[in-house]
């Protein structure tokens, strides 16, 4: 069984960072992506950056050169650090690793206002 589990997020005013972190645990597997989807009331989730089978990242055109998705230093984490948030960032911030299935985060919540 593998567990996805996110941490950060918080309430932060606009043009203000933040850095969400993840790490997948378990046993006997090979996680081929990692990254980070996001989902905002009323809105479908969405991709916000990944890495891919390839190793290579994808980033969402809204998010491109104000997020930047790295590798955590332990094995199967990443880190999300957030710079320049705006209002429409606002929305709940999910992990997902990717073996045979996907499986994601419980999400943890982003919020930008002034």
């Known amino acids: 069984q593998v567990q996805v589990v996110e941490s950060g997020g918080g309430s932060v005013q606009p043009g203000g960072s933040l850095r969400l972190s993840c790490a997948a645990s378990g046993s006997g597997f090979t996680i081929v992506a990692m990254g980070w989807y996001r989902q905002a009331p009323g809105k479908q989730r969405e991709l916000v950056a990944a890495?891919?089978?390839?190793?290579?990242?994808n980033y969402a055109d809204s998010v491109k050169g104000r997020f930047t998705i790295s590798r955590g230093n332990a094995k199967n984490t990443i880190n999300l650090q957030m710079n320049s948030l705006k209002p429409e960032d606002t929305a709940v911030y999910y992990c997902?690793?990717?073996?045979?299935?996907?499986?994601w985060g419980q999400g943890t919540q982003v919020s930008v206002s002034s």
């Open positions: 997902r690793a990717d073996l045979m299935n996907f499986y």
């Open positions: 890495f891919t089978n390839s190793g290579s990242t």
